[in-house]
Each structure stands twice: as C-alpha cells, then as structure tokens.
C-alpha cells in the first residue's frame, strides 16, 4: 500500500536484455523498436507488470522513452530526470539524450538509414505521438511498423508481474457531489453539441470520475484499469475485469453502466467503425490501437476527453474536502517536522526513516487511504535529483551543514495532498539562504497573484521565475499542475509552465513548485497547493480579476529566507501565512509541536 525501498535495479542486466531484443527485431526484419514508458492508458502512472522500459533500459522515472537499433540505442528523458537517468542506467549501453535538445523523430534519422523499419506496439504509443513520428521519419524514408507482440513482453517471460486485480469500490455522493448520472448526461450533452455519436475513454481517472468509482490497480492512484465506451443516449459501456466488481458496485452502476469483458472492446469497436458512427477520440491520449480498430486516424472525430477539463473544475463539496484534507494533513506534516528537527540533531537520521516516519504521522490520522506519490526524500546532493526516489542503495543520512527536501503528499477519501518542504540541517551555507530566499520569491509571486479571466499557466510561469532568472538561476519543470480530488496527483488540462496554454477557470486546483537544483550539492522546493477563486472586481479598477487561495498548511523553514531579499508585500504575505498556520493547526497537536509551530511560524 505505501512506499517501498527497494534495491535499485542492476544497470548490467541491460545488455544481456538487449540483445535478445535485437535477435527478436533481426527475426522480425525490424532495424529498430520504440519502447516508452507508458502502459496502454497512456497514464504517468503504471502497474508493475507495464514498467517495460525499466525492465529494459534500468531506468525508474515516470516519463521517458527508448529507442533500441542494432548498433546503438538510447533512453531519452526529460529535464527532470537526466541526472537518474545517468545514475541508473548501462550508459556503456545507452546514449542518454536530454528531450530537450534532441527528440526521438530526431536521433532516429542520424542512427538509421533510408528504407529502415522501426516496430511499436500500437497499443502504448498515442495517435498524436506516431503521426508525428510518421510526419518527421517519411523524409528520410523510415518506416513506422505497427507490431502486434510486444517484444519487451515476449523477453520478459514469466518473471514478469501479474496485472492488478484489486477490487473497485464506490465513491460516495458525500465526496464526490454530483452524482455519476449527473457526470454521463453532461459528457452526452457535449457529444450531442458536437454532433458526435460516442466517446472512447481510455484514461482510467477520467472513468474514475464519470463513474464515482475507484480502484487499487496503479500504485498511489486510486484508480482502476479499464476503458469506457460513452453514447450520446444511452448507458456507458465499462471494458473492466469482472473479477474487480462485486455486487455492490454493480448495483451502483446499474442506472448509468453496463459492465463487459476487456475481450469485447475490439469487437465493439469494429461495429462502431461498421455502422459509421462518428467516434469521438483524443488523439494524445488514445492509442495508436483505436485508430487501426475504427478504421485509421482519418476516421476518427478528434477531441479532448471531455471529463479532463469537467473534472479538474472542483465542485463545492470536492473543494470543502480538500480544504479539510489540508487542515488534516498540515497536521501531519507539522508533527513531522518538529519531529525531524529534533532528531536530525542527533546526526543519526536517514532518507528512509524519514519518508516512513511521514507515512507513520499521516497513517495516525486513521484516514489515509494511500500515499499520493512514492516521498522524495532527499538529503544534501540527493535533493538536487528532481524526481528522486530513495532506494537501500542510494540511502544517505541527513548530514550538519545540508538541505533536505521532502516531497510527499496523501490520498484522502476527501481530497488529495502534495506538499514540498526544503529544511536546513544545521547551519545553512549564505548561498542555501540567498537561493532558497529567490525560490520563496517565486512561490509568493504565484500565491498573490492577481490575473484576468482567460490568462493561462504559461502567462503566470514567469511570475515565478523572476527573482532566479535575476540571479541567472532557472529550474527544469514546471511551476504546477494540477491535482484531483481522491485521484491522480498530476491532472490536466492546466498547468502552470511554459507549455501551459489552458486557461485557468475558477476551481481548478493546482501546485505552486518553483524550485532550485544545484547538482552534487542540494535542491531546494517550496510546494503548497492553491485554488483558483472566484473573480472579483476591486472599485479602482475596471475588470473582474482571479487569485489563488493557498490551501497547503505547513511553516516554511525561516533558518534559510533572508528577509533584506524580502520586499515589504513578500513579509506581510509570509507573516500572514504563517499566521494562519498556527492559528488553524495549534489547536489540532501536541504540546510539543505547538510549542515548535509558535516558533516556527514566528514573524519575520
């Protein structure tokens, strides 16, 4: 249920593993193979038994891809992940490639000649991922070939895992607030605006959602693995495991789903493409797969899934959750750092006692339903690894003179948490302080931000970048994402960064992360999640404006923030936020721990 630390895997195996998968390509005239990341739901998140490329390459983050020819091969990541990745796998194997500078439909053309075939299984690349892959590779004459068998899957035999099976439960109404009734008729109402007959869902939170139902079948998500079929009129068709539905959740699917085998999803798609049914399909979420099953990527009608943006606008009851699930997490959060400043005193304590003694704080609430991602715990130079996941091996104690970041967050029957905190183990460096005080700079930008309707994450990114950008500093990923309601802690559409083009609306929910990575040395975030309020007018001005609320209860360490860096505004937001912080959570711990917040939440 919660976090393992297991042994990270042997970058050697890499190299027996292949080369059995260029004797299967030579059987198969294949002069290359795609292998992401993804599982067939397209999801950050997978189970155990989809985790192909770390199977493959040793490679353990949530987003990357490789691309195997006979003589070379490569893993190519992200700005989040080219430190892991170097640190994880056979770089005598694999060329690690920043997707920043070069993209796969890029690398393929120096590596291949005219005339090659690349293999992909259909089912884990996206529509909109192999026609741009098509688009980039014609010109060099390279063909992409669809593969029915998996290759990775053909080598990894019986070792590989089971897929889950883990029971779906109902969400109740008291969660969720609005019914899944409700959810289907206005998902129909737009397939009947749109003049489109039925929607394909393939993304297992979407389903999660429509359905007020969750499941265990991917680690920290409550989710469960299936896919849906939504009529214009007409009940939903749920493509699920019959040995994950019982009796109770038949009966609370009855009046909106009906339930069928994964089996018959490729029948019901080719009777859909046989009674030319405008088939509604998001081309960057579905796989290559539906479009071969309907007909080809011409016959589909291309669309977002439309409950992405329904579910990421909160209702009422999901946003009182949320506040509530803040509240009951801030206290967890709070006895675990008054905990961790007495204990790292004593120059004994490690990454992983501290990740479990936070589960062990959260679990006290009696409420937590599951961790919310795998906690980044990292001391000293493992902090500057932006994804990073303590493992037995790369374990490390929290030294005097050192950062420690922890990223953690919780599943809640009533709302999700994700929550980062950078603290100074002894004494802090002037730089530490000097850095970590831009990076406050940044995180107070977003939370008093005032924006007009229509403004987008891309337009508000810059906002929180000032102060490092100043100081020529930046860092790797995004500013936030967004998060849901006892569901994915990453959810689109919107997002604050400089890709996010969604405008953000009223309800949406999402993380303020700016951070700093000083590779070899330390990292430095600062998370709390924030609400998109309702507009407001102030008399002196002419237009409704938005602004965040800041749900995330926790103190930010004052041993590293520099006031002189601070302006008078940036203060009064700090002191004021601390303030709420003491007075909502005091009441809710121990002496012990009130005593640590009055100090902790002291004004600057």
Same mark, same amino acid.
């Given at each position: ?167 779906? +439960?109902?969400? @109740?109404?008291?969660? $969720?607030?609005?019914? %899944?009734?409700? &959810? ?5 109402? *737009? /397939? ?66 009906? +339930?069928?085998? @994964?089996?018959?999803? $490729?029948?019901?798609? %080719?009777?859909? &493409? ?5 088939? *509604? /399909? ?134 999700t948490t994700d929550i980062t905190r950078t603290i100074a183990i002894g004494k802090p460096t002037r730089e530490m ?172």
């Amino acid at each position: 249920m919660f976090q393992t630390f297991e042994t990270r895997s042997d970058p050697t195996l890499a190299a027996a593993r292949v080369s059995r998968l260029r004797e299967e390509m030579q059987r198969r005239k294949l002069d290359a193979y795609l292998i992401p990341r993804a599982d067939e739901h397209q999801g950050e998140y997978v189970p155990p038994c989809a985790e192909r490329l770390h199977w493959l390459t040793g490679f353990s983050g949530s987003a990357g891809s490789a691309v195997v020819t006979h003589d070379t091969a490569a893993v190519f990541v992200d700005g989040r992940y080219t430190v892991q990745a170097r640190q994880e796998v056979d770089t005598k194997i694999f060329e690690i490639v920043p997707m920043a500078k070069t993209r796969a439909e890029d690398w393929i053309p120096q590596n291949l000649s005219f005339g090659a075939r690349i293999g992909f299984d259909p089912k884990l690349f996206t529509i909109a991922q192999i026609e741009r892959l098509q688009s980039r590779l014609k010109p060099h004459g390279i063909k992409v070939t669809p593969v029915a068998t998996n290759l990775i899957d053909k080598l990894w035999g019986k070792d590989r895992p089971a897929p889950p099976a883990g029971p779906i +439960i109902p969400h @109740p109404l008291e969660f $969720a607030g609005t019914s %899944s009734a409700d &959810k289907v008729e206005e998902v129909q109402k *737009r /397939l009947a605006d749109d003049e489109q007959d039925v929607v394909v869902l393939t993304s297992p939170d979407s389903i999660a959602w429509l359905l007020n139902a969750r499941g265990s079948d991917v680690a920290h998500n409550p989710v469960f693995l299936s896919f849906a079929i939504v009529p214009r009129r007409g009940k939903v068709e749920l493509f699920v495991d019959p040995k994950k539905v019982d009796k109770s959740l038949r009966e609370h699917l009855r009046p909106v789903a009906k +339930i069928l085998a @994964p089996d018959k999803l $490729a029948e019901r798609l %080719s009777d859909l &493409k046989s009674q030319k049914k405008r088939v *509604r /399909l998001d081309p960057n979420a579905a796989s290559w797969f539906f479009a071969q099953k309907l007909g080809g990527a011409r016959r589909i009608a291309r669309g977002s899934d439309p409950c992405t943006a329904l579910k990421a606008i909160k209702n009422a009851t999901e946003i009182a959750g949320m506040r509530m699930a803040h509240e009951r997490d801030g206290v967890a959060v709070s006895q675990f750092l008054c905990w961790l400043d007495r204990e790292a005193a004593k120059g004994s304590l490690d990454e992983i006692t501290a990740a479990q003694t936070l589960e062990d704080f959260r679990r006290q609430t009696n409420l937590l339903r599951e961790i919310s991602f795998d906690t980044i715990s990292g001391s000293g130079p493992n902090g500057a690894i932006v994804h990073y996941r303590v493992s037995t091996q790369s374990n490390r104690q929290l030294k005097q003179g050192e950062l420690f970041l922890v990223d953690s967050g919780a599943q809640y029957q009533d709302g999700t948490t994700d929550i980062t905190r950078t603290i100074a183990i002894g004494k802090p460096t002037r730089e530490m302080i000097e850095r970590f005080t831009r990076v406050l700079k940044g995180h107070i930008a977003i939370a008093t931000a005032s924006f007009p309707k229509g403004t987008c994450g891309r337009d508000l990114d810059p906002m929180a970048r000032r102060a490092l950008w100043e100081a020529s500093l930046d860092y790797d990923h995004g500013t936030g994402h967004g998060v849901g309601s006892f569901l994915s802690v990453h959810e689109g559409p919107a997002s604050i960064s400089k890709a996010g083009a969604v405008p953000l609306q009223p309800g949406m929910i999402l993380s303020n992360e700016p951070g700093y990575y000083k590779e070899g040395a330390y990292g430095i975030r600062i998370e709390n999640l924030v609400l998109v309020q309702e507009p407001k007018k102030v008399s002196s001005g002419d237009r409704e404006m938005l602004s965040f609320e800041t749900l995330t209860l926790a103190p930010i360490d004052r041993r590293l923030i520099d006031p002189a860096l601070l302006t008078d505004e940036e203060r009064a937001w700090l002191n004021a936020y601390h303030d709420r912080v003491r007075k909502t959570l005091s009441p809710l711990v121990d002496r012990e721990t009130k005593a640590w917040l009055k100090a902790a939440t002291a004004v600057i």
